[in-house]
């Protein structure tokens, strides 16, 4: 037998063949994320609990095959894509049950493959949410994905990143056993208190995957807020635009705040028309809020229209929420009055149509249908003015082959806690899309947005312009989520921080089957 054909034997005795997909058209389009194809894995297996997942490990020991995890598939750093053929995705989609929910400690249990989107629609009912929500790609990524990659957006101005909300996981190891990072030996409680001596809960968190395979997550709770509002604001550098995020963050007076270029929101405005904006909102927000509160949004942002796209450099967006509108009322007029010093309120239509609707259909192409990757570096707010400086200057540099090329560089911005800042450059090129883009977009946008012709050129400058710019980032000694295989972790820390995480990969994977080659250890 070959080792495929032994591989693929196996793992069909261990959750049954209906369950191992071979065809060559689902293992390419599993084996590729939003930004590029990997090497086709031999299959896609499905487990549904925990107990196959064990299974598929056990096998894949047996016939040493590398198993590469799979969310919701929507990451763009090469995260789970096979290296060789010899390997098989992990598609834990099928793990989505809600195991538990304590509305009294305020705790859910969920398997890893439930979305972001469908927990929060399960703790709507109780008033609840997790403390970090969800990234805004949360209506296909997963639990899993999101605390093995690490994700900011929803509730990130306030509490920081999905790991502030994570109190316990339940892993499946490399060696086939499970780790419970925080439940009490004898007890069947779930967890409920991260720090009880060293932290194993932080060890898993944004760690690509390459530790073990989550199978279970257990999350911080919040009451839901019972009022909502944003304010957007126009500035004319982004000076003005980051003094006015790090004063809002430091005062917590938003649960979210992002930013971006005026000319990226131009862009974007050709295709998500006023109108468009308008219908959308009027259905949401008259579902949730009612009539009086849908009149009132959409009154707001026919006044405001599109007039703010013209005329500043970056536009910020802040969302507030409180447990009562005398708290909300009070925080958006001390935001407004910091944001007045360094710049001028406008039309909230964006901020209103994400507060609306957090969870849309995954945008996995960039205006016009462009293909888009984005990168990040996390900078203290301190850091951040003398980034976005050298940046500036790297794409002045590269206008002239951007424009050769058909690529243009955006920059988004979020506050992530307190302290930081995440700067975002977004690369978009024109080129034909990856079967993954049209299986992730819904119908109807598929006949706005159209793929482009093949632009093997420019994706290859894509792939150096990536790598120059996450050089830029290393330099100013950015924090990064997303790691998979894409931000150099490991390369300047110490021999002692090195030779720990390998010792600890090779403990929990002693053969490196789980993820190889994801947070910087050897594929
Ligand atoms: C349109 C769009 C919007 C986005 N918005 C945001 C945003 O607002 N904030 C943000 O942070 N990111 C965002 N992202 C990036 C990405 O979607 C998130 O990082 C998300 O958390 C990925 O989750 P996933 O389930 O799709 O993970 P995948 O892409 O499937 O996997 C990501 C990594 O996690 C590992 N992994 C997945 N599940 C498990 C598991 N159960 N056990 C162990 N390892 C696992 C994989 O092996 C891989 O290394 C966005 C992406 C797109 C395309």
């Given amino acids: 037998m070959t080792a495929a054909i032994e591989a693929l034997a196996g793992f069909r005795a261990s959750i049954g063949a209906d369950r191992v997909i071979t065809d060559a058209a689902t293992c390419a389009l599993y084996s590729q994320d939003v930004y590029r194809r990997g090497t086709p894995a031999l299959a896609v297996l499905q487990p549904q609990d925990r107990s196959e997942v064990i299974a598929i490990v056990q096998s894949a020991r047996a016939s040493r095959t590398a198993l590469h995890v799979r969310g919701g598939g929507m990451s763009y750093t090469d995260a789970y894509l096979p290296i060789d053929g010899h390997s098989a995705i992990v598609d834990l989609t099928g793990l989505k049950r809600i195991r538990s929910l304590s509305t009294l400690d305020l705790t859910v249990t969920a398997e890893s493959g439930c979305t972001w989107a469908e927990l929060d629609t399960a703790l709507?009912?109780?008033?609840?949410?997790?403390?970090?929500?969800?990234p805004m790609s949360g209506a296909r990524a997963t639990l899993g994905g999101g605390m093995s990659q690490g994700a900011a957006t929803f509730g990130s101005a306030r509490h920081g990143t999905s790991a502030s909300a994570a109190l316990g996981f339940e892993v499946v190891l490399g060696t086939g056993e499970t780790l419970d990072t925080a439940r009490l030996g004898h007890s069947e409680r779930e967890a409920f208190f991260r720090p009880y001596g060293p932290d194993l809960t932080g060890l898993f968190t944004g760690d690509a995957g390459a530790l073990g395979i989550k199978t279970a997550v257990t999350l911080q709770l919040e009451p839901?807020?019972?009022?909502?509002?944003?304010?957007?604001?126009?500035?004319?550098?982004?000076?003005?635009?980051?003094?006015?995020?790090?004063?809002?963050?430091?005062?917590?007076?938003?649960?979210?705040?992002?930013?971006?270029?005026?000319?990226?929101?131009?862009?974007?405005?050709?295709?998500?028309?006023?109108?468009?904006d308008l219908g959308m909102l009027w259905q949401v927000v008259r579902a949730q809020h009612g009539i009086g509160a849908a009149l009132k949004q959409l009154l707001r942002m026919a006044r405001g229209g599109r007039r703010f796209l013209s005329g500043s450099t970056y536009i910020g967006h802040f969302l507030c929420e409180a447990h009562d509108s005398r708290r909300l009322?009070?925080?958006?007029?001390?935001?407004?009055?910091?944001?007045?010093?360094?710049?001028?309120?406008?039309?909230?239509?964006?901020?209103?149509?994400?507060?609306?609707?957090?969870?849309?259909?995954?945008?996995v192409v960039g205006p016009a249908g462009r293909r888009l990757l984005p990168l990040h570096v996390i900078l203290p707010h301190s850091a951040a003015a003398a980034f976005h400086a050298d940046f500036i200057a790297l794409r002045d540099r590269e206008a002239a082959h951007c424009a050769a090329?058909?690529?243009?560089?955006?920059?988004?911005?979020?506050?992530?806690?307190?302290?930081?800042?995440?700067?975002?450059?977004?690369?978009?090129?024109?080129?034909?899309?990856?079967?993954?883009?049209?299986?992730?977009?819904?119908?109807?946008?598929?006949?706005?947005?159209?793929?482009?012709v093949a632009n093997p050129e420019g994706r290859e400058y894509v792939e150096r312009l990536r790598l120059t710019i996450v050089e830029l980032m290393r330099q100013h000694a950015g924090a990064h989520l997303q790691i998979g295989r894409a931000y150099p972790y490991l390369q300047d820390r110490s021999p002692a921080f090195r030779s720990l995480l390998r010792q600890l990969k090779n403990e929990v994977d002693p053969?490196?089957?789980?993820?190889p080659g994801a947070l910087g250890l050897p594929p």
């Fill in 124 to 134: 709507a009912p109780h008033g609840l949410r997790a403390k970090f929500w969800g």
């Fill in 224 to 276: 839901r807020p019972a009022v909502r509002d944003s304010v957007s604001f126009a500035f004319d550098s982004f000076e003005a635009l980051a003094t006015t995020a790090a004063a809002v963050a430091r005062r917590g007076l938003a649960t979210e705040m992002f930013g971006l270029e005026t000319a990226l929101a131009r862009l974007a405005a050709g295709d998500a028309a006023l109108a468009q």
């Fill in 329 to 363: 009322a009070l925080d958006l007029q001390e935001l407004r009055t910091m944001a007045a010093e360094h710049g001028r309120e406008v039309a909230n239509s964006m901020a209103a149509v994400v507060q609306a609707q957090p969870f849309p259909a995954p945008m």
């Fill in 405 to 452: 090329h058909r690529v243009c560089v955006f920059v988004v911005f979020a506050a992530v806690g307190p302290s930081a800042l995440l700067y975002e450059p977004v690369i978009y090129w024109e080129d034909e899309w990856l079967p993954l883009h049209a299986a992730t977009l819904p119908t109807e946008l598929q006949s706005v947005l159209k793929p482009g």
């Fill in 511 to 515: 053969l490196n089957l789980i993820n």
